[in-house]
């Protein structure tokens, strides 16, 4: 592995691990910069309903509509399942989210 490829690899795992902190604390600002232009954003957590948004723009507004959750729901934060989909762009230094499937229980 070239040193360029474990830079890249280690921020790929920073996003995934941004996107994970984002998502958990509803933390939209740091959500929102974490994917490209063109993402698609597929969520199905039961019991709330699935969506999908295509683009950054649909995407930011959803994340506009994020209130914190509520520490005594358990529920909210047992998600067991997530399948992402990151591809690095232009450069290696910031690699940005392509795609995600969401959570499921």
Do not use: K
Not at 83 to 91: C, G, I, L, Q, V
């Amino acid at each position: 592995m070239t040193l360029n490829e474990a830079i890249a690899r280690e921020n790929i795992r920073q996003t995934i691990t941004n996107y994970t902190i984002a998502g958990d604390n509803r933390d939209a600002a740091l959500f929102n910069v974490l994917w490209a232009e063109d993402a698609i954003f597929e969520f199905e957590f039961p019991p709330l309903p699935s969506f999908r948004c295509n683009g950054i723009a649909a995407i930011r507004t959803r994340s506009a509509a994020w209130t914190p959750l509520q520490d005594n729901d358990p529920t909210m934060r047992s998600a067991t399942w997530c399948s992402s989909s990151m591809r690095e762009t232009a450069t290696a230094a910031r690699p940005r989210s392509r795609g995600s499937r969401g959570w499921a229980r």
